[in-house]
Each structure stands twice: as structure tokens, then as C-alpha cells.
């Protein structure tokens, strides 16, 4: 079966930096995606990631190793409008989404 | 901005009663989803178009849900008749078509169902 992981819930200090982890085992891949989901809202897209490596984008960060099966959200410089669900969702070989079940992030100051 | 467009925003109906929501997407986006999320989970697949074409329909309740997407733009999905456990938000999304692998999937409002 097709599986993503990622922790329940992670608590983190204003102004400091998180890692949020994702594993995945899918039938192939096509491409890893990051979204944010404040309380009670819509997801709204953070990053893509196909290749290995590292993609930057201001505060946010997402690293991909597909040997591993493995990507993590950074997150620098926290603030309190951080504290939201992240998602991490897989897209396999049938260009299907595979979603996890999200990171739940608590920023405390 | 370009969003898509989900209503109502909320709806209270009881149980074996009827219920649709409606989805306008972002023009252009031939690939549509809706998806239901139940609190502290992450969204389920419910029903996957491309263009008005059904590609996914594995995860949809087929005796009480149907969804259709006639023209290949907006869609619609109902339930009859709701049962309490059908309780969720509900999830509109749509991405520019289904092979391009690099186009994330835009989400709209949602659709918070209760069911009393």
C-alpha cells in the first residue's frame, strides 16, 4: 500500500528554527508537495520538490532524497502565524495525490 | 487573483436529508478534486476529473455520493441521504491538467457539513 508519515504534532520557540519530517513509500513518484493549513482554512501551497536537493523559498525550506523516501520542511525564524498543519502529499506513478495526515506545529514566544 | 470558488461555506442538514456542494475552479484547470478532510487528518480523495471525465472514484461512497462535472468546468457534489459520520470539511481543488507533475493543486474555501 501507498504510506506517507509524518510526526503528529511538533511544538517550537518563536524565532527559532523547526524541521518537520516526511517518509513515503508510493507506488513511483512524481513530485513532493508541501502545503499549510491554518485552523478551519483551506491548505495553501508552500514548495515542490522532484529532484534531490534542496529548494529555498524565503523562510521555507524543503529537502528531497527519493533513494530515502525521505523530505523535511525548515522552517526559519519562526512567528506565531507559523503555527498551522503542514502536509506533506506525494504525487505516485498514476499522477494521483497521496496525502499525509499533517504536522500539527505549535509556536510558543 | 484566480481561486476557486466553493459554496456554501457552511451547511447544517439532518441526517437522511439531502446535501450538494458546488465548485467553480480556476479557469484553465482541466484536472478538479474534491477531497474530504475530517479534523487532524489529512484530506481523502474522494472523486478526481479531468476535464469532465471521472479518473478516481475509488474512495467515493457510491450509494449515498455522486459527483458530476458535466461541461468540464464547475462541479457538484451530493450526498443522499447524510448520514452523522459524513460530518467534514469539504474540499474543492483544481491543478492545470492531470500529467503535468510540476503544477500544484490550488484549494478553495471548503464546505464545513454538519449533520445532526
Known amino acids: 500500500g501507498q504510506n506517507i508519515d509524518q510526526p503528529t504534532e511538533m511544538t517550537a520557540t518563536e524565532g527559532a528554527i523547526v524541521q518537520i519530517n516526511c517518509t513515503y513509500q508510493?507506488?513511483?513518484?512524481?513530485?513532493l508537495f508541501w502545503y499549510q493549513q491554518h485552523a478551519g482554512e483551506a491548505p495553501t501551497f508552500l514548495s515542490y520538490n522532484v529532484l534531490d536537493g534542496l529548494e529555498e523559498k524565503g523562510r521555507f525550506s524543503s529537502f528531497l532524497s527519493r533513494s530515502k523516501g525521505y523530505s523535511y520542511l525548515l522552517l526559519k525564524e519562526l512567528q506565531m502565524k507559523d503555527s498551522a498543519s503542514y502536509l506533506c502529499a506525494v504525487r505516485d506513478s498514476n499522477y494521483q495525490l497521496i496525502w499525509g495526515a499533517g504536522t500539527k506545529l505549535i509556536i510558543k514566544p | 487573483e484566480a481561486e476557486v470558488a466553493q459554496s456554501p461555506r457552511y451547511k447544517i442538514t439532518e441526517k437522511s436529508q439531502a446535501v450538494a456542494f458546488w465548485c467553480d475552479p480556476i479557469?484553465?484547470?482541466?484536472?478538479l478534486y474534491w477531497y474530504r478532510q475530517i479534523l487532524g487528518q489529512g484530506p481523502e480523495l474522494l472523486v478526481q476529473f479531468q476535464d469532465e471525465s471521472v479518473v478516481d472514484d475509488s474512495q467515493l461512497p457510491k450509494d449515498r455520493f455522486s459527483a458530476e462535472r458535466l461541461k468540464g468546468v464547475d462541479s457538484t457534489l451530493k450526498i443522499q441521504p447524510a448520514e452523522l459520520g459524513d460530518s467534514a470539511m469539504y474540499l474543492c481543488?483544481?491543478?492545470?491538467?492531470?500529467?503535468?507533475?510540476?503544477?500544484?493543486?490550488?484549494f478553495g474555501q471548503g464546505t464545513r457539513l454538519t449533520v445532526v
Open positions: 481543488a483544481s491543478s492545470l491538467a492531470l500529467w503535468d507533475s510540476n503544477t500544484e493543486a490550488f
Open positions: 479557469s484553465g484547470h482541466a484536472t
Open positions: 508510493t507506488s513511483g513518484f512524481n513530485g
